[in-house]
């Protein structure tokens, strides 16, 4: 199998843009505890970092027990001293070790009130919740555990909530069993304490999940294969037949992301029309002997430029990390061809005495391919404004839509989105 040079070529700039550090600008806000504000830039990295605030160039650095509050995007931090628990597993344990790390961090205020409710996201992606009350900061946890070489979870924040939330009589029907380990559900009940059993004060506003879009270059590489009882001309005694055609071709197009969730960023609905450049086949038989006397020269060559238009369901693994976020996606699309270059079957057959007869035909257009219907799988990552991913299509059809062709196709794609 032989790739377009220009498939190493894209697959390198993708290769690069994966492994560059992206990190998106946010602008921020810091309050002081003498009471002075500075306007500041950071990335992502600067909400994980200990002990310290760090601008995004690395000109600035703030220690966090000198900081009141950071104000980001319309969300507020506040630097807190936590007891925070890393999970390890040490060898011959059966259960995951919980170490209790005293660092100052950077905790997102998600309800403020009697009753106060933060989130940390650590450098491993993982999510940490906590609970603070009468000035009491506690961490919620759900600890892994392995039994009989099964895998269960002990779900400590539960324990947690129902002491925390003893003292509320509006709350005492909760069944704290059925509590998930969410963000979502954790503050539910927090505002529902602070509004009948406390007082509120500060929520954060859920963020808007807005749609993206942008445009994407790209390559294929398909493999048509066809019946190997298929003829493209069967002339006398002598059968021309196709059966496989494997090339590379670049992709132009576009893409739209809709958000499946208000408040969230797992689930999206992606829309991609796109053009494939133009992509055939051809051959050429000469002197074929017919009957001992005549000789035959048979040309066929069929040439075009297709679309695509996709509909996918596409999953963030990490919605939580602003910078690099991993997806799976999978859906169907529609194959067509949008123009034919060339469309010939032509026979040329020349008697004993040099005369000639031609024949000229086209490929009918029910053996044209529209509307096919196929199959594709995605993988990529998303790096701030690139889109980088992998794919893989299957269907009926696709260079023709003869029933006995089956179409394979291998794609990378490089997207950058304008909005």
């Known amino acids: 199998m032989t790739l377009h040079p220009s498939f190493y070529i894209i697959v390198a700039l993708l290769l690069i843009c994966a492994t560059a550090s992206y990190a998106q600008d946010i602008e921020a806000t810091v309050l002081f505890k003498n009471g002075h504000r500075e306007s500041v830039v950071l990335n992502r990295k600067a909400f994980n970092t200990e002990n310290m605030l760090v601008t995004r160039d690395g000109a600035a ?67 940490h919740i906590f609970l603070e009350k009468q000035a009491q900061l506690q961490e919620l946890s759900k600890v892994a555990f392995t039994k009989n070489g099964n895998t269960g979870y002990k779900d400590l924040y539960k324990g947690v909530l129902k002491i925390y ?19 979502i559900d954790i503050k539910k009940l927090v505002k529902k304490y602070n509004q009948t059993c406390g007082q509120m004060g500060y929520e954060s506003k859920p963020v808007k999940i807005k ?53 969230h960023e797992k689930v999206y609905l992606e829309l991609k029309p796109y053009l494939l450049s133009s992509m055939g086949f051809s051959n050429s038989t000469n002197a074929i002997k017919v009957d001992n006397t005549d000789t035959v020269d048979v040309n066929y060559s069929f040439r075009a430029n297709y679309y695509n238009l996709m509909m996918m369901l596409r999953y963030n693994l990490n919605s939580s990390h602003t910078d690099r976020r991993f997806y799976l996606a999978g859906g169907l699309g529609f194959h067509g061809i949008l123009k034919t270059s060339k469309n010939s079957i032509s026979v040329r057959r020349y008697n004993q005495f040099g005369e000639r007869f031609s024949n000229y035909e086209v490929f009918d257009e029910e ?42 196709v291998f794609g990378v794609e490089l997207g950058y989105m304008l909005f």
């Open 367 to 408: 053996e044209l391919p529209k509307d096919i219907l196929f199959f594709q799988a995605k993988i990529g990552v998303r790096l701030k404004r690139f889109d980088i991913g992998a794919s893989y299509s299957f269907g009926k059809g696709g260079l023709t839509a003869l029933e006995g062709e089956r179409q394979k």
């Open 61 to 127: 650095r703030f220690p966090l027990a000198d900081v009141a509050e950071v104000v980001a995007q319309g969300r507020m931090f506040v630097p807190t001293r936590v007891m925070m628990g890393i999970q390890e597993i040490q060898p011959g344990d059966n259960e995951q070790q919980r170490i209790q790390l005293d660092t100052l961090l950077l905790l997102q205020k998600i309800v403020g009130g009697s009753m106060s409710l933060y989130n940390y996201i650590d450098h491993a992606e993982n999510e």
């Open 165 to 183: 939330l003893a003292d509320c009589t509006a709350l005492n029907s909760t069944n704290y069993d059925k509590v998930a380990f969410s963000l």
């Open 211 to 263: 749609l993206h879009g942008g445009i994407l270059i790209g390559l294929q590489h398909q493999n048509s294969k066809f019946n190997p009882n298929f003829e493209i001309i069967d002339f006398a005694s002598k059968q021309i037949q196709l059966d496989h055609v494997g090339k590379s071709r670049p992709i132009f197009g576009a893409f739209l992301l809709l958000p499946l969730g208000k408040t």
